[in-house]
């Protein structure tokens, strides 16, 4: 018997261009469709309650067309509520945007009009999960690659006949961040994001950190305290290794500034916090 069924439309690309006069704005999108219902059916060949999901696709389109996005998440919320209300064996949809952020040109002090510079690879990150009696909805951010240089200590973990690694009181910690946050009510999205953003870097910068996890738990906790509307936020810190390099081959010391950045293996630490 079928236990579990879902279908979709995911990488549909969406570039909005608006031109309210000299100066444009410019959104680029990519967006994931999920539905989950009452649709056994098509997988014993009938298809007469299956939307396509070309019709998923075209719709991403004809709604953006309708209104200008001025933040993800209510465009998320417009798609869902669009796809819940004509279609009525979808019991829940969920809507995956990512914002792939962009910025004018800067011209001395100037911001040209129509010319745009990626800011990547960070993005920004919504999620709407609407069914028939509520809405989740969450923002994030992925890719959001921090350093820093000191305040960073390993120390005093756990050993055995194989541990190698030593103590450290003075190490760089470098991560790509992702974070998703979960709204308990409305809010003025784009506020919030940038809110929690700055609330991250801020913590992460000047945290006297003992550890990953550490660092993670106090900036976790920064937001939820910072941010009333948010009532729950899931963090995902990779440990992007910075080793120092031996010079003594070479008859040179290394006074803490020469290393050289790995990318594999690497510690994956996460961990969500919520209101009690």
């Not at 056994?40 to 070309?54: A, Q, R």
């Not at 067309?65 to 064996?89: K, V």
């Not at 690879?121 to 820093?148: C, H």
């Not at 103590?167 to 709204?183: E, I, V």
């Amino acid at each position: 018997m079928l236990a579990e069924t879902a279908y979709g439309k995911c990488g549909v690309r969406l570039v909005q261009v608006m031109r309210p006069g000299d100066h444009h704005a410019l959104k680029d999108l990519t967006v994931a469709v999920r539905f989950e219902g009452d649709y056994d059916g098509s997988y014993h060949g009938d298809n007469s309650e299956v939307l396509p999901t070309d019709t998923m696709k075209n719709t991403v389109y004809a709604l953006a067309a309708r209104a200008r996005i001025e933040e993800p998440e209510p465009f998320a919320l417009m798609l869902a509520e669009h796809f819940l209300d004509h279609n009525p064996h979808l019991r829940r949809v969920t809507i995956d945007l990512t914002e792939h952020l962009w910025g004018p040109v800067v011209q001395g002090e100037r911001e040209h009009p129509h010319a745009f510079v990626r800011r990547g690879p960070e993005t920004r990150t919504a999620q709407v999960r609407l069914d028939r009696q509520e809405a989740l909805i969450r923002a994030g951010v992925a890719d959001l690659f921090v350093l820093k240089s000191a305040g960073s200590a390993f120390a005093g973990f756990k050993r055995d006949e194989f541990t190698t690694l030593p103590d450290t009181r003075d190490r760089l910690l470098a991560t790509s961040l992702t974070a998703t946050w979960r709204y308990d009510a409305g809010t003025a999205y784009g506020p919030s994001w940038h809110a929690a953003r700055r609330t991250l870097l801020e913590t992460f910068a000047n945290h006297a950190s003992e550890s990953v996890q550490h660092t993670l738990h106090d900036m976790a906790r920064a937001v939820l305290d910072a941010l009333p509307d948010v009532c729950e936020i899931h963090i995902v810190m990779p440990n992007r290794h910075h080793l120092p390099v031996d010079l003594t081959p070479f008859g040179l010391a290394n006074r803490n500034e020469i290393f050289v950045a790995t990318e594999q293996p690497f510690g994956l630490i996460q961990a969500t916090l919520r209101r009690n």
